[in-house]
């Protein structure tokens, strides 16, 4: 508590201290600074104190001094991290490890509430940084072959339902793509593919025979159709009409005129046609059959013309099923 007289003579002592500090200031700052060193722990308890009872005060005076003075705010903000960046950097960590619950939580209450401003946020930073985050991606991929590896394993797994339709939707939407995409790799890979789907095969003959049960069963009328090309060409080896079909389907991703190149959408709009005729002495080998869509089938009567273009490639296993 002050006394009253200087209460009653503010001004009069507030004059005499500045004068007395004017002409003597080296005394009146070590005076300072020894009383600061005595009485640290309750200057720091005082401050406390004042600081927790007047805290909205202090508040709003700090908000108006920043808002007044930001250069100022920002300059000495900067030079005090530079300062003590160890120090400050060693408190996050203190405070992050301490309060994982809590920043896990306000962290994931700003996503939900900001959703929206988030993903606008992502898309403009990825579209403006599309080069620097493709190289950075192409770096770590190429430092971490096994976790790169791995988690695409563990994302197949979990989205396998997923990404099996979409892979069907995308199939179906882009026959030409699958097509040239499909030959391109089956030409790049044939020997290794062979010799796999050979290995495959002899070391799977049950899952096989159950797998062209299966097949069979979900394609009766693709079935049917072969048995009735089968019919019409008398000797016609057993399965050979159904090689055919596959090696097409293989090549083209959907049964298509070797001619036109154009998908035959039903099951009675190709035809199984033999390159040489049989009227010229032509077999009903897999090698002399071709599939036409009905239109260039009648039209091309006993010429002879293989529009397979390169060797025709057949499909074996598990590719399919
Ligand atoms: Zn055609």
């Not at 946020?121 to 430092?143: P, V």
């Not at 009675?268 to 071709?290: A, C, M, R």
């Amino acid at each position: 508590m002050r006394s009253s007289y200087y209460l009653k003579n503010r001004e009069k002592e507030k004059a005499r201290k500045k004068k007395y500090y004017l002409e003597n200031p080296e005394k009146v700052k070590a005076r300072g600074k020894k009383y600061r060193r005595e009485n640290a722990e309750k200057i720091k308890a005082r401050k406390k104190k004042y600081y927790l009872e007047n805290r909205e005060k202090e508040k709003a005076y700090k908000k108006k001094y920043y808002l007044e003075n930001p250069e100022k705010e920002k300059a000495r903000g900067k030079k005090y991290r530079r300062e003590n960046a160890e120090k400050i950097r060693a408190r996050d960590k203190k405070y992050n490890l301490e309060n994982r619950e809590k920043i896990s939580a306000r962290g994931k209450k700003y996503r939900r509430e900001n959703a929206e401003k988030i993903r606008a946020r992502d898309k403009k930073y990825n579209l403006e940084n599309r080069e620097k985050i493709s190289a950075r991606r192409k770096k770590w991929s190429l430092e971490n072959p096994e976790k790169v590896k791995a988690r695409s394993l563990k994302y197949y797994h979990e989205n396998a339902e997923k990404l099996n339709a979409k892979h069907k939707k995308y199939s179906l939407e882009n026959p030409e793509k699958i097509k040239a995409l499909s030959l391109k790799y089956y030409h790049e890979n044939a020997e290794k593919i062979k010799a796999y789907q050979k290995k495959y095969n002899l070391e799977n003959p049950e899952k096989i025979k159950a797998q062209r049960k299966k097949y069979s069963l979900e394609n009766p009328g693709k079935i049917r159709e072969a048995q009735l090309k089968r019919r019409g060409y008398g000797e016609v080896k057993k399965g050979v009409v159904n090689r055919v079909i596959d090696a097409n389907i293989f090549k083209y991703g959907s049964i298509t005129c070797e001619r036109c190149k154009k998908q035959c959408p039903g099951l009675s709009d190709y035809h199984i046609d033999h390159i040489l005729p049989v009227s010229k002495g032509g077999s009903h080998e897999f090698d002399n059959l071709q599939i036409l869509c009905a239109y260039h089938n009648f039209s091309k009567h006993v010429d002879i013309a293989d529009y397979r273009g390169e060797k025709i490639i057949e499909p074996q296993g598990n590719l399919f099923n």
